[in-house]
């Protein structure tokens, strides 16, 4: 997220953003999400903070990537017109078969995962080596130590799973407020078909799809530097568009 608000912050957007419970430096056991209902509500909390305390209004954007665009589209129905607008990137509107568990684990996780929801033995992928294209990127998120490396907890690939069915079955087709969504054409983490299925499917006059053949599924990071480039000019583009259809009154933009 930190390259991503930079990025923001040069074209003149005020950037706010949180780490998740058990993620980055937030408290919590690391990799754990106990649950993604009170995730949600713990963002709910922290942005509408942020705009409580503005002394003017300002339109109000919502930038998720990956789960975070899972977390970003069920903010917007918890407050269905509060939001200004969403960028989602790479959006976890549905697991891809690669990276989703195999069935027989699928089929435990529900019984299993009340009992020892922090075991790490949900056996997928290798997470970082599907999503970030360039080795260097691959490299430096394997030395953060903030970053959590291991096998998902049983919890965790529950949660998920289930926060996925939840997006992909009840918001989809409820979602109403400017969105862009851009994804990766070759993204083996997030599905780009369940992207295609969020614009089909959502009831907003506006909405935008961005699919890029050939990229993965860490856009904003760990693509080509010449990908990265063409992705942000692409949102900023969408933000500046609809930053100035809000009344000259709103101030300065801020997402």
């Known amino acids: 997220m930190r ?14 953003g949180m780490d998740y419970e058990g993620h980055g430096r937030s408290l919590g056991l690391r990799g754990y999400v106990p649950s993604f209902d009170v995730l949600v509500a713990d963002c709910d909390a922290h942005f509408a903070s942020v705009v409580n305390n503005q002394q003017k209004p300002l339109p109000r954007f919502l930038l998720g990537e990956s789960m975070g665009g899972a ?3 069920l903010l917007h129905r918890l407050r269905p017109t509060y939001w200004t607008g969403a960028v989602l990137v790479a959006p976890m509107c549905r697991i891809t078969a690669e990276m989703k568990p195999c069935p027989a684990v699928t089929r435990l996780l529900d019984t299993v995962a009340r009992v020892v929801p922090t075991w790490k033995v949900v056996p997928t992928r290798n997470v970082i080596g599907a999503a970030y294209r360039t080795q260097a990127k691959r490299d430096e998120i394997r030395r953060n130590p903030y ?7 049983l919890g965790t690939a529950h949660q998920l799973l289930r926060a996925s069915q939840r997006v992909e079955t009840e918001v989809l087709a ?3 407020l400017p969105f862009l969504v851009v994804h990766g054409g070759a993204d083996t983490v997030t599905d780009p078909e369940a992207s295609r299925l969020l614009c089909r499917e ?12 050939g990229m993965w599924h ?3 990071s760990g693509e080509l530097p010449e990908n990265i480039d063409l992705v942000f000019a692409d949102i900023i583009a969408w933000l500046d ?3 100035a259809q809000q009344p000259p009154t709103s101030g300065f933009r801020g997402i």
């Open 241 to 243: 568009h609809r930053s």
């Open 218 to 220: 860490a856009l904003t």
């Open 3 to 16: 390259g991503t608000g930079t990025r923001l912050a040069r074209a003149g957007y005020a950037v706010y």
């Open 174 to 176: 409820r979602v109403t």
């Open 71 to 73: 977390v970003a589209l």
């Open 202 to 213: 959502a009831p907003s006059d506006d909405k935008t799809l961005k699919l890029y053949p």
């Open 147 to 153: 970053c959590y490396k291991s096998r998902p907890r």
